[in-house]
């Protein structure tokens, strides 16, 4: 397996800025996923096994599936104390932003974020990384931010300091972004990465357990309304599930109750594209899911802001749910009679 992920003089710079720093502050996303935390985690427990100050900050709480990865105890929520929390970033000499291409991703940290005096270093899997970090460490191919981290941590030489609890998380996210290796995972490299792991001792099969296959009768109740009564077919092989947050609310949700719930109209035969659209507070969450060669992070960044995989991909809309389902509806009519066609959708 290719360790290369870095020219040589990003390494030694990277080596340089994580040796040298006394106080490194770890980013994620909004909405932490399994990646973003997997990533977080593990970095957090290899810095503090160097004997460095070193804390994740996060903008908002992780899914109670991922908080049994020892270490998201010591997780900091930004809204939960933002003025001592912007005293952190303002404090840190080095901010490691894991699993997001674009400042914006943090939400309601960005502008804190950014004003933070400290250098920048960016370790990420997605397309179209933007310049606001000094090192950028950028590779679409890879299918997860954990996987790319340990190819940094390996070509760094440091593979001695994944021991199991970090091993646990890198695994935990090298999961969780392809489905439990259901999607995005033909790369023989996540393969030797996982056997390699294995000899720290993790329990692959437990890790599985609590982050994917351990629910509250409140989640089923859930997504199997969601399924029996607003899943909607699409004749080409589409299918949309939407949530206001009035049906939430009725099954009691909490974050982490939808996570996956957007894969599963996949599993229908001839159903090559899935959408899943969720009310939020303030805007409409999209997940986009598809098969084969049908690539929804082309809908993501062209309709909804937003962008990822090309079986796996996000955004949002700012509007109602009703108007988002819509433009959903509108949107990929077009793209399904191209892909029938094996041309562009224009």
Known sequence: MSGIVMAAEEAKRLKEMLTDCRFAVIVAHVGPDGDAVGSSVALWHILSDMGKEACVMLPDSIPATLSFLEGTEQIRVFTENREANIALLNRADLIVCLDFNDSKRTDYMQEALLAAPARKVMI???????????????????????????????????????????????????????????????????????????????DKDYIYTKACNTFSADRLRLCAYAIYEKMELFPGGA?????????????????????????????IDGIKVSAFLREETDMIKVSLRSKGDFAVNVIASEHFGGGGHKNAAGGEFFGTLEEACKKFREVISLYLDADKRGGDKR
Not at 142 to 166: F, H, N
Not at 173 to 184: C, E, K, L, R
């Open 239 to 267: 299918a949309l599930i939407s949530l206001s947050r009035k049906e939430l609310n009725t099954y009691h949700y909490v974050k982490g109750d939808t996570e996956g719930l957007v894969n599963e109209p996949l599993a």
């Open 124 to 202: 990420d899997h997605h397309l179209y990384p933007q310049p606001f970090c000094e090192l950028i460490i950028s590779h679409p191919e890879i299918s997860s931010t954990s996987l790319l981290l340990y190819k940094v941590l390996v070509q760094l030489g440091w593979r001695d300091k994944i021991e199991k609890r970090a091993a646990s998380a890198i695994y935990m996210g090298m999961m969780t972004d392809t489905g439990n290796f259901s999607y995005n995972s033909n790369d023989p490299a996540i393969y030797t990465a996982i056997s390699d792991l294995l000899t720290e001792g993790i």
